[in-house]
C-alpha cells in the first residue's frame, strides 16, 4: 500500500506537468478555505470514535460516503463549477480525514485538486495514510490530537515535518 502511494506521488509529480499546460488556473485551494471549511470530527461533539474501531482495517471506507448533493454544495461554497472541468480534476475531500475521526459534514468538507503542484491530493491522502499509521501504532503511538491539528493547521507544512523530514518514523 505504502508503495503504491509513492508511486502515485512520483507519477504525478513527473507527468502531470506535460498533462497541464503551463497556462491552466487551478481554482482549487492548495488548502481548506478556514472560514468554508474549520473542519469537523467527532472529538467536538463529545462523541469520539474509540481508537480500536478507528484503527480497524478498512474502517473509514464504510463512512465515506458523501452525497452528489453535499458534494454539489462544497463546489458551490468553493465557487467552482465543477461541471467546466475535466473530470477527475478535484474531490471533495475532508479537512480533517474520516480515518482520524473526521465526520462528513460541511464544515469538514473542501474542494481539492489533483493538478496543484506541487502539493496536491495525492500528497494530502499519502500524509493521511502516513499519520493514521502513527497513531495506530502499538508501541508509542501518535496522539489523535496530535495527528487532527496537523489538518487544521497548514496540511502542506504537517506533510514536510511528518513525510519529507520523517519526524514520524513508520
Known amino acids: 500500500m505504502f508503495y503504491y502511494h509513492k508511486l502515485q506521488i512520483i507519477l504525478t509529480l ?15 485551494p492548495p488548502v481548506p478555505d478556514p472560514i468554508l ?4 470530527w467527532n472529538g467536538l461533539h463529545g462523541q469520539s470514535t474509540p481508537l480500536g474501531i478507528l484503527c480497524t482495517h478498512n474502517w ?3 463512512e465515506r460516503d458523501v452525497s452528489a448533493t453535499l458534494k454539489k454544495q462544497v ?8 461541471d467546466g ?3 477527475h480534476t478535484f474531490e471533495v475531500d475532508h479537512r480533517i480525514p474520516l480515518a482520524l475521526d473526521g465526520r462528513n459534514t460541511i464544515e469538514n468538507l473542501w474542494v481539492e485538486s489533483f ?3 506541487p502539493y496536491n491530493a495525492h500528497l494530502k491522502d499519502h500524509l493521511e495514510d502516513v499519520l493514521h499509521r502513527a497513531v495506530c501504532r502499538k508501541r508509542n503511538p501518535m496522539p489523535l490530537e496530535t495527528a487532527q491539528k496537523a489538518f487544521i ?4 507544512v504537517a506533510y514536510e515535518y511528518y513525510v519529507t523530514n520523517k519526524h514520524w518514523k513508520d
Open 14 to 28: 513527473l507527468l502531470l506537468p506535460t498533462v497541464v499546460s503551463a497556462s491552466t488556473v487551478d481554482p482549487a
Open 37 to 40: 471549511t474549520p473542519g469537523d
Open 60 to 62: 473509514s471506507a464504510e
Open 75 to 82: 463546489f458551490a461554497r468553493y465557487k467552482i463549477d465543477k
Open 85 to 87: 472541468y475535466i473530470r
Open 115 to 117: 493538478n496543484n503542484l
Open 153 to 156: 493547521g497548514d496540511w502542506r
